[in-house]
């Protein structure tokens, strides 16, 4: 599979190409920047032509799939004309600024038999699967609530996701992943009940929000943010006990995940071997393409796709600009033996 890049992001330079070299059959053959002196340093270093402005790269022959880490709100125009010029689209999270854009994304994946994907690339490491097993498994009881969380530092001055313009804003930056996993785990029969969004005036973007999503029996809280420490984590709380892990949604490929049981006051570690969680979405990714495995749920199929970027239209719909939400600083919830 030979992919293109559109834009020399800092996220394609930690994660996507680092990863791409660890799938085999994989290769980056064209890198395109709006500045030359970008796309040649970025070739210099991962390989692949540089090359000036993206649709540029959207015309080469050579490029069979393009990886978009653009700014949120400019990245569903680019991955509509990526998908117009017949290549495979995987994009960053938020997949567009609405669920009405993504809606218009899935036609022409579907018309032109290409796979569209948002990485969520957490939703690929196995520590998820070992939560799924125990809760069937009846570890902790009837499930009957769960929680996630996803925070983040203040990001620098200037920074696109602290630019309205650009699509900036806590909900589709980070907002987005305890959403995902709520999906995730509870399926997509789920609607937004109350939702809060606290906005910096200055920036004029939302920094700090949460919602609550009516389930079929349970109750889901999600927190997000970008002005606090890191926190990053979910939990279910059950008839019996809780389950709780941390580090969930950006975890490295070194880290050891620790699925926390708290049964009658008990405490039980179980210890997840680690997990490449950006190799496995790029190795499922070129998988969906090829027809070497079936187009996945999260693929172009489109329904949780769509979903998605519903419930955050959801949020941000109900985002009652108040300031007396609990900040997302890990006291979502209380981790066992802490
Ligand atoms: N999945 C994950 O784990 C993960 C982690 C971090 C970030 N992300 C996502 O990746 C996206 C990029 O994040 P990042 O931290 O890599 O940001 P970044 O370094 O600022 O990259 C954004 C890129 O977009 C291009 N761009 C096009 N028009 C632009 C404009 N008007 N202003 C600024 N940049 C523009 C730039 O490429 P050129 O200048 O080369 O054209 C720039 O390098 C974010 O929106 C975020 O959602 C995902």
Known sequence: MRFG???????????????????????????????????????????????????RLLERDDVDAVYVPLPAGLRAPWIERALLAGKHVFAEKALATGGEEVRR??????AGKLTLMENFAFVHHRQHAVVRRLLAEGEIGEVHEFRAVFAVPPRPPGDI????ELGGGALLDVGVYPIRAALHFLGTNLKVSDAVLRYDDTLG????????????DLDVRLLFGMTTRYASGYQF????????VEQVFTTPPEHRPVVLLE??????????????????????????????????????????????????????????????????????FHTPGR
């Open 5 to 55: 890049v559109l834009g020399c992001a800092d996220i394609a330079a930690r994660r996507f190409l680092p990863a791409l070299a660890r799938v085999a059959g994989a290769e980056p053959v064209a890198l395109a920047s709006r500045s030359p002196s970008r796309a040649r340093a970025f070739a210099e270093r991962f390989g692949g032509a540089p090359v000036t402005g993206y649709q």
């Open 105 to 110: 994304l899935v036609e022409p994946a579907r």
């Open 161 to 164: 996701r602290l630019r309205p």
């Open 205 to 216: 973007v939302d920094v700090i929000g949460g919602t609550r999503l009516a389930a079929p």
């Open 237 to 244: 709380l059950g008839s019996r006990g809780s389950l709780t």
């Open 263 to 332: 049964r009658g006051g008990r405490l039980e570690r179980r210890t997840v071997a680690p997990d490449d969680q950006w190799g496995n979405i790029l190795r499922h990714f070129t998988d969906v393409v090829t027809g070497a495995a079936p187009v996945a749920e999260d693929a172009s199929a489109g329904e949780l796709l769509v979903r998605q970027a519903e419930l955050a239209d959801e949020v941000r719909a109900q985002g009652k600009p108040r300031s007396a939400l609990s900040a997302p600083d890990g006291t979502a």
